[in-house]
């Protein structure tokens, strides 16, 4: 696995160190819809290559055409994530697999059943010894779907080839992130690192009531409502709509939002304020994220299936 | 007979005397426990309709986890506690569930837990190998989008509208590491050829007291933590 340069080094299980059969193993198992009950969606369904492994939908699209509740995150640098899912509720890559493969509005299926049904294929039995030295299993489907997610590593886009010398950003993308770095906006309190994400929970105003809780479904804590897992922004440009109920269908909309500071609320971060950004700011701003669109990442054969 | 021949006799006396009693008290039991599923006085079957205060309930689907298995004495001291071993009841079985073998005497209570410790509830399903209790399940017993095991499912229908024909969905997914409960039964059943077959009798209509199952019909803890508190002070009841 390749590493792009100003990257950390990515935390992996002990038991689930990356080999190239169980990564060939995990990209099969991603593509395959045998995972859902009704084999009629896979985690590429909603996890689409070419919008940085997230989808244009509003809301998620699950077996039987059944509508979720929230919208596709991209799996862009999955592997660095300290926990999954919005709420933060998933403790690992391999213990995140269960989330949606046993949801109602997602894949609508079983470990166990799913394992039984797979099992029944040689070519997944023969991948299982080879890659875990075990029949297939929930650890080699967990493992595997697992250790293919953390290949999923993107970090070659117009801006970081700015930062290693390479390629210029355009004028406007460069005042763009100056603005995104300033204390005007403070974008980066939050968004910040090589993932543009410090991946803490924050409330950002976007509603005065929320009909999602956010992290409180977790913690149950009312200090918690509203709040989310702060979303990278690598490819942000590639995964319109946004925010966590796809309610922002564009770029524009969202510069929007945080320009007017958003929507009253008790457990608001106190960095949401009016911004005050002109017009041409607003789009420096907008030419600043497009440069974090990463192709060779939405291209990559590595993580597509022939 | 010289004063040191009787000595020796009554020194063999006491030995003898000792061992047995020892032999009494340490002897190795093996803790078996067999469940019985009722709903009041009648047995607890799947499909089956209950009345509950009045009210006509169906039992469609009983599941828990216990674990934290300890044998005590009358006086409530323990002999051993089985904390490496996990149960995971199906209301449908009526097979006994061996736990462990310990070196006990006259056991009259049992402690566990309904529940896994919390170590144990952030862990991953897929790390036991199947059969194992604590192995992926189906239904699932292991929420996947906020990691932990379902320490107790109850799946129903309740009669709403009073027309004698339970309708409305009654779903109790109960979990998250403040519910891990524990209680103590008392134990009735001696051991026969070593092994002490405890029967603890688990009655669902417990579970309802205090509850207004008319409204409070569904909790899956986080969506309504009251609820899944009041079921949980009703756990202990509902084992004896």
């Known amino acids: 696995m390749d590493i792009p340069e100003g990257f950390p080094d990515m935390p992996i299980p002990e038991d689930n160190q990356l080999t190239e059969d169980r990564v060939a193993l995990g990209k099969q198992l991603f593509y395959d819809m045998r995972l859902s009950r009704q084999s009629d969606v896979s985690c590429a369904s909603c996890h689409l290559q070419e919008r940085a492994f997230a989808d244009q939908n509003i809301l998620s699209i699950g077996t039987q055409e059944r509508v979720g509740f929230r919208n596709v995150p991209s799996l862009a640098n999955i592997g660095y994530h300290p926990y999954l899912f919005r709420e933060g509720g998933g403790i690992s890559l391999e213990t995140q697999v269960l989330g949606p493969l046993e949801a109602e509005d997602e894949m609508d299926f079983n470990m166990v059943e799913a394992v039984e049904r797979l099992s029944q294929f040689p070519d997944y039995q023969e991948q299982a010894q080879t890659a875990y030295g075990r029949p297939f299993s929930a650890f080699v489907l967990s493992r595997a779907l697992a250790a293919f997610q953390r290949t999923l590593i993107s970090g070659n886009s117009a801006f970081d080839q700015d930062q290693r010398g390479e390629l210029a950003l355009s004028e406007a993308a460069a005042r763009g992130l100056q603005l995104f770095t300033s204390e005007k906006t403070n974008c980066q309190n939050c968004h910040d690192g090589f993932d543009f994400s410090n991946y803490a929970f924050e409330n950002n105003g976007l509603y005065e009531q929320y009909n999602d809780t956010g992290r409180s479904r977790v913690t149950f804590q009312d200090s918690d409502i509203g709040k989310f897992k702060v979303p990278s922004l690598r490819n942000v440009a590639l995964t319109p709509p946004y925010m966590h109920d796809g309610s922002l269908s564009d770029l524009e909309s969202v510069i929007e939002h945080y320009n007017t500071g958003g929507k009253a609320h008790v457990n608001k971060s106190s960095l949401i304020r009016p911004l005050g950004l002109s017009d041409d700011e607003k789009s420096d701003l907008i030419e600043f994220l497009k440069s974090l669109s990463d192709n060779c990442f939405i291209s990559n054969p590595d993580f597509a299936i022939e | ?240």
């Not at chain 2, 049992?110 to 199947?130: K, R, T």
């Open chain 2, 1 to 240: 007979m010289s004063i040191r021949t009787i000595s020796f006799a009554v020194l063999v006396t006491l030995c003898i005397g000792l061992f047995t009693a020892c032999k009494d008290d340490d002897e190795d039991l093996t803790l078996s426990l067999r469940f019985e599923h009722k709903f009041g006085a009648e047995d607890a079957v799947y499909g089956n309709t209950y009345m509950v205060n009045g009210t006509a309930v169906q039992f469609d689907l009983g599941i828990f986890y216990c674990s934290v298995f300890t044998p005590k004495s009358s006086s409530g001291d323990a002999f051993t506690s089985f904390t490496d071993e996990f149960l995971l009841v199906r209301a449908e079985e009526s097979a006994a569930y061996e736990v462990g073998t310990f070196s006990g005497g006259d056991v009259r209570k049992l402690g566990f837990s309904i529940g896994v410790d919390s170590e144990i509830n952030h862990g991953d399903p897929a790390n036991w190998q199947s059969p194992h209790p604590l192995a992926s399940q189906s239904p699932s017993m292991y929420w996947g989008w906020d990691n932990g095991y379902i320490f107790f499912k109850f799946e129903g229908r309740v009669d709403r509208d009073n027309d004698g024909v339970p309708d409305a969905i009654m779903l109790y997914h109960i979990g998250k590491d403040q519910f891990f409960t524990s209680t103590e039964i008392d134990i009735q059943e001696n051991p026969v050829d070593g092994v002490l077959t405890a029967v603890v009798t688990v009655d669902y209509a417990k579970l309802f007291e205090n509850i207004d199952i008319l409204e409070d019909r569904v909790s899956h803890t986080g969506d309504n933590l009251q609820l899944a508190a009041d079921l949980v002070e009703n756990w202990p009841r509902m084992f004896n």
